[in-house]
């Protein structure tokens, strides 16, 4: 759970939700997607999401959970084409700008071979990918992201997150995503939020927040920070 979280960002920029295991990070990224009861405000872009009907909050707010439900015998492009419901008038049918949309988002994410193979035979890493590929089609304002990475190689892993990157300059996007690797946050994120107990522990740049007396403190574990130009890389120390 979560108590007593503030924070704003800015339209087109990425935001990180990071901290140790049970800190509250995917409880904060179902709140605001409206899963999850929630005491407070949430507002996207002067949206109030407790007001918008379900509808036109998928126009707003599209969410890649970590463990998503997938539906026995849907084929991946039947999947991805779930993300166009909100764009569809009521009783509507897809059409060919659906179609289309669907079709560029899985080219990009290297999932067009595989269009007509159903998502129980895909690997983690490749289901994964289209679970990313639904939530893009959605095209919403603000995309949400539980640990999009997970399952997937080194080589996809920077593949997804620079398709996410490009796209938010593209669209003006605004991303919102949890993250255990501290040194992709701290890559492709404008802004960290470090959480510890549900609460807010530091907040701020990646150079403000990714420091060796933050990260033990909040985490346990000894690292070592190092700064490499304009990166900043976490190092993980076994103790002894």
């Not at 407070?40 to 463990?67: C, E, M, N, S, W």
């Not at 009521?90 to 994410?109: I, M, P, T, Y």
């Not at 300059?169 to 960290?192: F, G, K, M, N, P």
């Not at 060796?212 to 700064?227: K, S, T």
Request: net charge negative; charged share 20%.
């Amino acid at each position: 759970m979560v108590d007593a979280v503030s924070c704003s960002v800015a339209r087109g920029d990425w935001l990180a939700v990071v901290g140790p295991n049970g800190a509250g990070k995917t409880s904060l990224l179902m709140a605001l997607a409206g899963l999850l009861d929630a005491d407070g405000r949430i507002d996207f872009h002067g949206q109030v999401l407790g007001d918008l009907p379900v509808k036109q909050r998928a126009r707003v707010v599209a969410l890649v959970p970590q463990t998503p439900v997938i539906p026995p015998g849907m084929t991946v492009s039947q999947y991805v084409l779930l993300g166009r419901t909100a764009h569809l008038p009521n009783f509507g049918r897809e059409g060919k700008a659906d179609l289309d949309a669907v079709a560029a988002v899985l080219h990009r994410l290297e999932l067009d071979a595989m269009h007509g193979r159903a998502l129980a035979t895909l690997s983690g890493g490749e289901r994964q990918r289209a679970c990313i590929a639904r939530a893009l089609v959605q095209e919403a304002d603000v995309l949400l992201l539980d640990e999009p990475t997970v399952g997937l190689d080194l080589r996809h892993q920077l593949e997804v997150l620079d398709l996410i990157d490009e796209l938010r300059i593209e669209r003006a996007l605004t991303v919102v995503s949890t993250l255990h690797d501290l040194t992709l946050a701290a890559q492709y994120a404008d802004h960290l939020l470090l959480l510890d107990a549900g609460r807010v522990a530091v907040s701020g740049t990646p150079d403000e927040v990714l420091t060796d007396a933050h990260l033990e403190r909040h985490y346990g574990g000894r690292v070592r920070v190092i700064r490499d130009g304009d990166h900043v890389i976490v190092v993980p120390l076994r103790n002894g």
